[in-house]
């Protein structure tokens, strides 16, 4: 539940909700230093014009990219102790943006089976001397997330919509399954229109999963 998540994760997780109202992929990211302070946020913004960062309106304007874009490595001498926190496993541009960077430490809520790399980090000499350090959290964290990503995906109803859905499909089924029966019930749409907070809408879809 919302009250057991740290207040990390729990800043995470309002990020993904404000690009989810904002009607841009629902994924958030902070980035802390080595004493646990958040020092950068960051959210999806490829289809939210609402703000003047760079990446606004692009492909690059990931929730990570826009977390580490103003990390400038000699006023973060210590970056190799930070850690990147995300709602969903980093893609190949923000994996790699993450090692280059100089961050060695990632943790993820959710897997992504359509677009993750962090097996590169098994797979590239180059990265596996980096030494970087990954931790999945635990599936209630996935459960929500993947929820709240399919409902959305469902929303745009994409083109490759069910190559996505099924890539989450083969380890997060009763994610995916939730996020299309609170689709088809408006929950979100609602939930925005309510004006609910993130703590109460976590605390709502965590019990409804409890509940099947």
């Given at each position: 539940m919302w009250m057991d998540l740290d207040n990390i994760w729990q800043e995470?997780?309002?990020?993904?909700?404000?690009?989810?109202?904002?009607?841009?992929?629902?994924?958030?990211?902070?980035?802390?230093?080595?004493?646990?302070?958040?020092?950068?946020?960051?959210?999806?913004?490829?289809?939210d014009y609402s703000s003047n960062n760079p990446l606004v309106g692009s492909n690059m304007a990931h929730a990570e990219m826009t977390a580490m874009i103003n990390l400038k490595e000699?006023?973060?001498?210590?970056?190799?102790?930070?850690t990147l926190y995300t709602t969903m496993e980093p893609c190949p541009m923000c994996f790699g943006t993450m090692v280059m960077m100089g961050i060695r430490?990632?943790?993820?809520?959710?897997?992504?089976?359509?677009?993750?790399?962090?097996?590169?980090?098994?797979?590239m000499n180059y990265i596996r001397s980096k030494k970087i350090f990954i931790h999945?959290?635990?599936?209630?964290?996935?459960l929500f997330h993947i929820c709240l990503q399919s409902a959305y995906e469902y929303s745009r109803n994409h083109m490759r919509?069910?190559?996505?859905?099924?890539?989450?499909r083969t380890y997060c089924r009763e994610g995916v399954l939730m996020g299309k029966q609170l689709y088809d019930e408006g929950y979100?749409?609602?939930?925005?229109?309510?004006?609910?907070?993130?703590?109460?809408?976590?605390?709502?879809?965590?019990?409804?999963?409890?509940?099947?």
């Open positions: 995470a997780f309002s990020l993904a909700w404000e690009s989810f109202k904002r009607n841009t992929i629902p994924i958030g990211a902070v980035i802390v230093n080595e004493e646990g302070n958040i020092i950068s946020r960051g959210r999806n913004r490829i289809f000699k006023e973060h001498p210590n970056i190799k102790k930070y430490n990632l943790r993820y809520a959710a897997r992504d089976g359509f677009a993750g790399a962090t097996e590169l980090n098994y797979n999945k959290e635990d599936d209630e964290l996935e919509l069910e190559e996505v859905l099924n890539s989450w979100f749409l609602e939930a925005i229109k309510q004006r609910k907070e993130i703590e109460q809408i976590y605390d709502e879809v965590i019990l409804r999963f409890n509940n099947i």
